[in-house]
């Protein structure tokens, strides 16, 4: 199994910036992706960021140039830099571990951008 431990959502202006961090541990294949997915109200769960093992990485449209995503902590811990957000980047945020074997999420933070 695989456990995921996020952190770093909050409150922030329009225009700010947030840090969001999810750690991995249990047992974790070498090659894997990792991602963040965000769900707003009454909305489908989407894709944000992924990254894999290998460091590619794929960003949704509505965040490409103002969100990056990276892996750090001996690569099982991912980020996600958030920057000029927006009202409509409000959303509980997911993260994910993916390989051949799990599809793994964690439990979720809230991130809220008021205008």
């Known amino acids: 199994q695989v456990q995921l431990v996020e952190s770093g959502g909050g409150l922030v202006q329009a225009g700010g910036s947030l840090r969001l961090s999810c750690a991995a541990s249990?047992?974790?294949?070498?090659?894997?992706?990792m991602g963040w997915y965000r769900q707003a109200p009454g909305k489908q769960r989407e894709l944000v960021a992924t990254?894999?093992?290998?460091?590619?990485?794929n960003y949704a449209d509505s965040v490409n140039g103002r969100f990056t995503i990276s892996r750090g902590g001996a690569k099982n811990t991912v980020y996600l830099q958030m920057n000029t957000l927006k009202p409509e980047d409000t959303a509980v945020y997911y993260c994910?571990?993916?390989?051949?074997?799990?599809?793994?999420w964690g439990q979720g933070t809230q991130v809220t951008v008021s205008s």
């Open positions: 994910n571990y993916k390989d051949w074997r799990f599809d793994y």
């Open positions: 990254i894999t093992s290998g460091g590619s990485t």
């Open positions: 249990g047992s974790i294949w070498i090659i894997n992706a």
